[in-house]
């Protein structure tokens, strides 16, 4: 991607860490512990978005890289999911989750642009414009 060095230099990227940290602050009180699993899941689901979107950037590739974001798209629905038992089990609710809940649209909806950006055909930057090839 053009002008990003690092990974933890994208938005989508810091979005998903914070979607992490959420995650784990929510998961961290007492009625969680009823289910281990569960919070162990929806914990690894967190990571996983925020993993995905650093390893594929890190392959320096377009077509890895949304590969990547896919996997990492796929594990921002899982936290939304893992939510709706959290709730469904009354372990929380929904206006404790409300943070956590928009935050994984949040990053789901940006993960689903940077896709729709990298699959877009870039003009060769080193060519004259002027010159049609």
Known sequence: ?????????LE????ARELTAVVYELTSGPEWYRDRGLREQIRRAAVSAMSNIAEGFER???????????IA????G??????????????????????????????SR??????????TPKQDTNADPGIST
């Open 1 to 9: 991607m053009s002008g990003v060095q690092e990974f933890e230099n």
């Open 12 to 15: 989508v990227w810091q979005r």
């Open 60 to 70: 320096r590739g377009d077509v890895e890289f949304a590969r990547f974001l896919s």
């Open 73 to 76: 798209k796929g594990s921002a």
């Open 78 to 107: 899982e936290v939304r999911s893992q939510f709706y038992v959290a709730l469904d089990q009354g372990y929380t609710t929904k206006q404790s989750l409300a943070r956590g809940f928009g935050l994984a649209k949040e990053v």
């Open 110 to 119: 940006m993960i689903a642009g940077l896709a729709r950006y990298l699959a």
